[in-house]
């Protein structure tokens, strides 16, 4: 038997020795664990997590003191401690962490007991807050760069008397000169503040190392904005070697010169590099290689200011040679000197290497790696300290790039770098360490739990609607750099005063962003997050030993999953709640397992994916119902008023595209069909698919699709995703029958797919004479081996509509409080019987005769038939004209009046008009489109658009002639249709979420789960 009928099976440990140790026969099952990790409800980061347990300690096995128990000297502080769970054969850690304290428990002899409390890594992090050092600090101090054999970075406070050495048990460097300045110059991002020389001198003494014949110095030079009025020395190294002493100087011109001198003084050489160093912030370094009997030198400045972490930097640099002279081993370093004159040039970070290559890959360390991603800063701080960390990201979409690293605590530096990024940063569960979940890691993902209210196990939510998080009027500046604001002027959470809006909610964030261009993107997007317009469910609590069929979704659940909830109780807002996890709490025992998930809104990180299946569309600025529907109607007259048109396309004949519960109306030939969950779902799918598996014997084996009704001469589209399991050809067509059942002819579309590789197949066939019904065919070419399995999701076949866009369909749409999902959508069409497919009904003729025709039809269009319309011979005009439909046109309304026509011979003078007409069906007034001469034996489209005047309630649509042709010169018309400007109709299935209401016309109708833009 499985959880709840026997127990949970939770099982402790201890890490002794490097071993886990399983201790759960220790543990007190009877008396509930409890579990609580990640970000609490309206907490803003996330907290230490924990566990609590009662341990059975009657020998002091558990007393870390005491030498008679087996765990002495291996349990302690900080011991690692892991909850793990096997409900259904399978083992789910749900806690890692440390054990800072085990109490002494007060009992009777005979039984003691001692409850611990393990807590993740944060609580450690949050009690070591010393500021981490500066960015180029940890690079040149870091133990891997074992060729540095002195460094002062030159850090030191306001007060200092000398500078420490960074290096283990290495002298300071003292001020040998009066005028240093400590900790006067701060404007390099990657150090903490370093001194000025004034009219001072420093000198260090390095400590004695193995020479190699090379030395290789490298520091900060801030030079100042003013020159000095005579060269001046900045830095010297005196050494063994007979080029005994080298002093690097800067010129009044603003460039740096390089003397080299023996022991008794001699100047051996001299250089200058040509770059003005005045005003600048640089890296500057000085190389001296023994090169035979000589020593080559290389003077070079890196500027920071326009070293980027993409792109790297340019190196200026001058390099000569002195000849017959050795370097030996540099002995002491010198900054400033005794003459003084330096004035407000600030020096910094003086390392002396062994070796020229000591410096590699330092330059990222040099701007404080200002433009790293904040995935990458984080897990490069984590690796440094030695603190695992895992990350979840999306490759194709990098966190945000963030500034410069400043001297902070650890926590504070990984903290901020999330917070410019907007992901969360938490615990791990598996093991000792953080984990962080990007901005884009949060966006748009599958729903990893997907909860029905109904289905029982889980507590009625308590939605919480308040301006706790409600922020419309934000201020993001970055930090040292500029700032930009994003204010919500309109909308029921906008800044105007009740009742049009909350009134004014300010919030002003400063962020470590890389760059000026990332803050309005920015502010806007915590605009976004900020007046989202729905309620929030802190807490959601499912009791898991009623729902076992929850354990495994509910145990891979990770902080910052997207979770659903549907089917709540009538009280609650209807619909499917959209949540995002920040943590949970657990409470369980061995038979009850208790989870409470610690929920934020989800909705406004739903954003647009080019490639996902439902948040892939736009739908228009604005739209609304243009007539009252009640709880029970599937078509849905709905117009714009705002931005771009929806996308059209037919009612599909066939009735279960999406296979939603079953395989009703698909069948196997030549193989077998199942209905299984879309794999590798994307845009244009549905979440259930056929897989068709061919039995390797017949020819062209296919999952087809019931018989449909079509008329012949029709157009039809065919379209839908399919992919096979092997690289091959692969049809979806459609195959003809006649009014009997036999077959006439297949319209093939046959494309070649990569194996697991998902295709959009759409072609327009023309249902060929005599065709009475036609099926689809999800084919698999010749004779095709079993495993050459193919798979088909929301294949359908619609009649063949201008400007289509079958692959947009079905579209979720929220209404009024209500969700429904349309199938198909058409520009709407007020008057009857356009394509006359079966008869004339709806049309007459004015001034002219009109007859219902099939042997002139517009062929290319599907068109079946035609309306031949023959003059009176002596009127000036005619035409064939719709029936008036009253009370269907508001005064105000634009339409769009369109006819497809032809002349036989040429010559007619053709054109398209509207004939509006009062409340009581009076004609009123009519409005004429412009008309052309009709070239020969062409059907040509006419169009033209209209305004209804006032006091108009129905028109009637005409396509006319003017100009007094004969009886015996026939025309002919098509495809007349009225059209209001910006309307569409929709097919809808109604209460997708469980709710079906009536609405009034106005009604809002937009995109349930818009694609909108994310940061």
């Given at each position: 038997?499985?959880?709840?009928?026997?127990p949970?099976?939770?099982?402790?440990?201890?890490?002794?020795?490097?071993?886990?140790?399983?201790?759960s026969?220790?543990?007190?099952?009877?008396?509930?664990?409890?579990?609580?990790t990640?970000?609490?409800?309206?907490?803003?980061?996330?907290?230490a997590?924990?566990?609590?347990?009662?341990?059975r300690?009657?020998?002091?096995?558990?007393?870390?003191?005491n030498?008679?128990s087996?765990?002495?000297g291996?349990?302690?502080?900080n011991?690692?401690?892991?909850?793990?769970?096997?409900?259904?054969?399978?083992a789910?850690?749900?806690?890692?962490?440390?054990?800072?304290?085990?109490?002494?428990?007060?009992?009777?002899?005979?039984?003691?007991t001692?409850?611990?409390?393990?807590?993740?890594?944060?609580?450690?992090?949050?009690?070591?807050?010393?500021?981490?050092?500066?960015?180029?600090?940890?690079?040149?101090?870091?133990?891997?760069?074992?060729?540095?054999?002195?460094?002062?970075?030159?850090e030191?406070?306001?007060?200092?008397?000398?500078?420490?050495?960074?290096?283990p048990g290495?002298?300071?460097?003292r001020?040998?000169?009066?005028?240093?300045?400590?900790?006067?110059?701060?404007a390099?991002?990657?150090?903490?503040?370093?001194?000025?020389?004034?009219?001072g001198?420093l000198?260090g003494?390095?400590?004695a190392?193995?020479?190699?014949g090379?030395?290789?110095?490298?520091?900060?030079l801030?030079?100042?904005?003013?020159a000095p009025?005579?060269?001046?020395?900045?830095?010297?190294?005196?050494?063994?070697g007979?080029a005994?002493?080298?002093?690097?100087?800067?010129?009044?011109e603003?460039?740096?010169?390089?003397r080299?001198?023996?022991?008794?003084?001699?100047?051996?050489?001299t250089?200058?590099?040509?770059?003005?160093?005045?005003?600048?912030?640089?890296?500057?370094?000085?190389?001296?290689?023994?090169?035979?009997?000589?020593?080559a030198?290389?003077?070079?400045?890196?500027?920071?200011?326009?070293?980027?972490?993409?792109?790297?930097g340019?190196v200026?640099?001058?390099?000569?040679?002195?000849a017959?002279?050795t370097?030996?081993?540099?002995?002491?370093i010198?900054a400033?000197?005794?003459?003084?004159?330096a004035?407000?040039?600030?020096?910094?970070?003086?390392?002396?290497?062994?070796?020229?290559?000591?410096?590699?890959?330092?330059?990222?360390?040099?701007?404080g790696?200002?433009?790293?991603t904040?995935a990458?800063?984080i897990?490069?701080?984590?690796?440094e300290?030695?603190?695992?960390?895992?990350?979840?990201?999306?490759?194709?979409?990098?966190?945000e790039?963030?500034?410069?690293?400043?001297?902070?605590?650890?926590?504070?530096?990984?903290?901020?770098?999330a917070d410019a990024?907007?992901?969360?940063l938490?615990?791990?569960?598996?093991?000792?360490?953080?984990?962080y979940?990007?901005?884009?890691?949060?966006c748009t993902?599958?729903?990893?739990?997907?909860?029905?209210?109904?289905?029982?196990?889980?507590?009625?939510?308590?939605?919480?609607?308040?301006d706790?998080?409600?922020?419309?009027?934000?201020t993001?500046?970055?930090?040292?750099?500029?700032?930009?604001?994003?204010?919500?002027?309109?909308?029921?959470?906008?800044?105007?005063?009740?009742?049009?809006?909350?009134?004014?909610?300010?919030?002003?964030?400063?962020?470590?962003?890389?760059?000026?261009?990332?803050?309005?993107?920015q502010?806007?997007?915590?605009?976004?997050l900020?007046?989202?317009d729905?309620?929030?469910?802190?807490?959601?609590?499912?009791?898991?030993?009623q729902?076992?069929?929850?354990?495994?979704?509910v145990?891979?659940?990770?902080?910052?999953?997207?979770?659903?909830?549907?089917?709540?109780?009538?009280?609650?807002?209807?619909g499917?709640?959209?949540?995002?996890?920040?943590?949970?709490?657990?409470?369980l025992?061995?038979?009850?397992?208790?989870v409470?998930?610690?929920?934020?809104?989800?909705g406004?990180?739903?954003?647009?994916?080019?490639d996902?299946?439902?948040?892939a569309?736009?739908?228009?600025?604005?739209?609304?119902l243009?007539?009252?529907?009640d709880?029970?109607?599937?078509?849905?007259?709905?117009?714009?008023?705002a931005?771009?048109?929806?996308p059209?396309?037919?009612?599909?004949?066939?009735?279960?595209?999406?296979?939603?519960n079953?395989l009703?109306?698909?069948?196997?030939?030549?193989?077998?069909?199942?209905?299984?969950?879309?794999?590798?779902?994307?845009?244009a799918?549905g979440?259930?698919?056929?897989?068709?598996t061919?039995?390797?014997?017949?020819?062209?084996?296919?999952?087809?699709?019931?018989?449909?009704?079509?008329?012949?001469?029709?157009?039809?589209?065919?379209?839908?995703?399919?992919?096979?399991a092997?690289?091959?050809?692969?049809?979806?067509n459609?195959?003809?029958?006649?009014?009997?059942?036999?077959?006439?002819a297949t319209?093939a579309?046959?494309?070649?797919?990569?194996?697991d590789?998902?295709?959009?197949?759409?072609r327009t066939?023309?249902?060929?004479?005599?065709a009475?019904?036609?099926n689809?065919?999800?084919?698999?070419a010749?004779?095709?081996?079993?495993?050459?399995?193919?798979?088909?999701?929301?294949?359908?076949?619609?009649?063949?509509?201008?400007d289509?866009?079958?692959?947009a369909?079905?579209?979720a749409?929220?209404?009024?409080?209500?969700?429904?999902?349309?199938?198909?959508?058409?520009?709407t069409?007020i008057?009857a019987?356009?394509e006359?497919l079966?008869?004339?009904?709806?049309?007459?003729?004015?001034l002219?005769?009109?007859?219902r025709?099939?042997d002139?039809?517009?062929?290319a269009r599907?068109a079946?038939?035609?309306?031949?319309v023959?003059?009176?011979?002596?009127?000036?005009?005619?035409?064939?004209?719709?029936?008036?439909?009253?009370?269907?046109?508001t005064?105000?309304?634009?339409?769009?009046?369109?006819?497809?026509?032809?002349?036989?011979a040429?010559?007619?003078?053709?054109?398209?008009?509207?004939?509006?007409i009062?409340?009581?069906?009076?004609?009123?007034?009519?409005?004429?489109?412009?008309?052309?001469?009709?070239?020969?034996?062409t059907w040509v489209?006419l169009?033209g658009?209209?305004?209804?005047?006032?006091?108009?309630a129905?028109?009637?649509?005409r396509?006319?002639?003017?100009?007094?042709?004969?009886?015996t010169?026939?025309?002919?018309?098509?495809?007349?249709?009225?059209r209001?400007?910006?309307?569409?109709?929709?097919?809808?299935?109604r209460?997708?979420?469980?709710?079906?209401?009536?609405?009034?016309?106005?009604?809002?109708v937009?995109?349930?789960?818009p694609?909108?833009?994310?940061?």
């Amino acid at each position: 038997m499985a959880f709840p009928d026997s127990p949970l099976g939770i099982r402790v440990e201890i890490q002794a020795g490097g071993v886990w140790l399983d201790i759960s026969g220790d543990v007190l099952t009877a008396q509930s664990i409890e579990i609580i990790t990640g970000i609490l409800p309206e907490a803003a980061q996330a907290d230490a997590g924990t566990v609590r347990l009662i341990l059975r300690n009657t020998a002091g096995r558990y007393s870390p003191r005491n030498p008679r128990s087996d765990l002495f000297g291996l349990i302690g502080r900080n011991t690692p401690l892991r909850v793990t769970v096997v409900p259904l054969g399978t083992a789910l850690v749900r806690f890692v962490g440390e054990v800072s304290e085990w109490p002494t428990s007060s009992a009777s002899p005979f039984y003691a007991t001692t409850t611990i409390t393990a807590s993740g890594i944060l609580r450690r992090l949050k009690q070591g807050t010393s500021p981490l050092q500066s960015a180029v600090r940890r690079e040149f101090a870091h133990p891997s760069r074992t060729s540095i054999v002195a460094y002062w970075p030159l850090e030191d406070g306001s007060a200092a008397t000398e500078f420490a050495s960074a290096l283990p048990g290495a002298a300071p460097m003292r001020i040998t000169t009066a005028g240093i300045k400590p900790g006067a110059y701060s404007a390099y991002a990657a150090s903490d503040v370093l001194p000025t020389l004034g009219d001072g001198a420093l000198t260090g003494a390095v400590p004695a190392y193995a020479t190699t014949g090379q030395s290789a110095l490298r520091l900060f030079l801030a030079a100042g904005e003013q020159a000095p009025e005579a060269e001046v020395v900045l830095w010297s190294l005196t050494g063994t070697g007979s080029a005994a002493r080298w002093t690097v100087g800067l010129t009044p011109e603003g460039n740096l010169r390089l003397r080299a001198y023996a022991a008794n003084g001699t100047q051996l050489t001299t250089a200058f590099l040509a770059f003005n160093v005045l005003g600048k912030r640089v890296s500057a370094g000085l190389d001296l290689v023994q090169t035979g009997a000589d020593v080559a030198w290389r003077l070079y400045v890196i500027d920071t200011a326009t070293y980027t972490y993409a792109g790297g930097g340019s190196v200026q640099g001058w390099s000569g040679t002195v000849a017959g002279r050795t370097v030996g081993r540099i002995t002491h370093i010198g900054a400033g000197n005794s003459a003084g004159g330096a004035g407000e040039a600030a020096l910094g970070h003086i390392a002396l290497a062994s070796a020229t290559s000591a410096y590699g890959a330092t330059g990222t360390a040099m701007i404080g790696w200002a433009g790293e991603t904040a995935a990458t800063r984080i897990s490069r701080l984590g690796a440094e300290e030695q603190i695992p960390v895992s990350i979840t990201a999306v490759q194709t979409t990098p966190s945000e790039r963030v500034g410069a690293q400043t001297p902070a605590a650890l926590l504070d530096l990984v903290q901020e770098a999330a917070d410019a990024d907007g992901g969360l940063l938490h615990e791990s569960r598996d093991a000792v360490g953080l984990a962080y979940r990007t901005r884009s890691a949060l966006c748009t993902q599958p729903p990893a739990l997907v909860l029905d209210y109904a289905a029982g196990g889980i507590a009625t939510p308590t939605p919480v609607d308040d301006d706790q998080t409600l922020s419309n009027d934000r201020t993001i500046t970055r930090a040292g750099g500029s700032s930009a604001r994003a204010v919500l002027e309109s909308g029921p959470l906008s800044v105007l005063p009740p009742p049009n809006g909350v009134g004014r909610y300010t919030d002003a964030v400063t962020l470590s962003l890389h760059s000026d261009d990332q803050i309005a993107p920015q502010a806007w997007w915590r605009l976004h997050l900020g007046t989202w317009d729905e309620p929030r469910y802190p807490e959601i609590t499912i009791a898991l030993h009623q729902r076992p069929d929850l354990i495994a979704q509910v145990g891979a659940l990770r902080v910052g999953d997207r979770i659903t909830l549907a089917n709540l109780p009538d009280h609650l807002p209807p619909g499917i709640a959209e949540l995002q996890l920040t943590g949970y709490r657990e409470v369980l025992d061995d038979f009850t397992w208790e989870v409470t998930l610690y929920c934020r809104p989800g909705g406004p990180y739903l954003v647009a994916v080019a490639d996902d299946p439902e948040y892939a569309i736009a739908g228009s600025d604005g739209s609304e119902l243009a007539s009252a529907v009640d709880a029970t109607a599937t078509q849905l007259d709905v117009q714009v008023t705002a931005g771009p048109l929806w996308p059209v396309a037919a009612v599909p004949l066939n009735l279960n595209p999406d296979m939603v519960n079953s395989l009703d109306g698909w069948a196997g030939f030549g193989g077998t069909v199942d209905r299984i969950p879309t794999p590798d779902q994307g845009a244009a799918m549905g979440p259930w698919a056929v897989q068709f598996t061919p039995n390797g014997t017949e020819q062209y084996p296919n999952a087809g699709s019931d018989l449909l009704p079509v008329t012949a001469g029709r157009r039809y589209t065919l379209s839908g995703c399919m992919r096979c399991a092997t690289t091959r050809n692969v049809d979806l067509n459609a195959n003809w029958f006649t009014a009997s059942g036999a077959y006439l002819a297949t319209g093939a579309n046959s494309q070649r797919v990569e194996a697991d590789t998902w295709e959009w197949f759409e072609r327009t066939f023309t249902a060929p004479a005599g065709a009475a019904s036609a099926n689809i065919a999800a084919t698999v070419a010749n004779y095709p081996p079993p495993t050459d399995v193919l798979t088909a999701t929301r294949v359908t076949l619609r009649p063949t509509l201008d400007d289509e866009m079958p692959d947009a369909f079905p579209i979720a749409l929220s209404i009024g409080g209500e969700e429904v999902s349309a199938t198909a959508a058409e520009p709407t069409t007020i008057n009857a019987n356009p394509e006359v497919l079966v008869d004339a009904d709806g049309w007459f003729g004015y001034l002219a005769s009109i007859a219902r025709v099939t042997d002139v039809v517009h062929a290319a269009r599907g068109a079946v038939a035609s309306l031949r319309v023959t003059p009176d011979g002596t009127s000036p005009s005619g035409s064939v004209n719709g029936v008036s439909v009253p009370g269907t046109v508001t005064p105000g309304t634009s339409f769009t009046a369109v006819a497809w026509v032809y002349s036989p011979a040429g010559g007619h003078q053709l054109g398209v008009c509207v004939d509006w007409i009062n409340a009581s069906g009076a004609y009123m007034t009519t409005a004429l489109g412009p008309s052309s001469s009709v070239p020969a034996a062409t059907w040509v489209r006419l169009e033209g658009t209209f305004t209804a005047p006032a006091g108009t309630a129905g028109a009637s649509v005409r396509a006319r002639h003017t100009g007094t042709p004969p009886a015996t010169a026939p025309w002919y018309a098509w495809g007349i249709r009225l059209r209001p400007v910006g309307r569409h109709t929709f097919t809808v299935i109604r209460g997708t979420a469980g709710l079906a209401l009536a609405h009034p016309a106005g009604t809002p109708v937009q995109v349930a789960r818009p694609a909108l833009a994310a940061l």
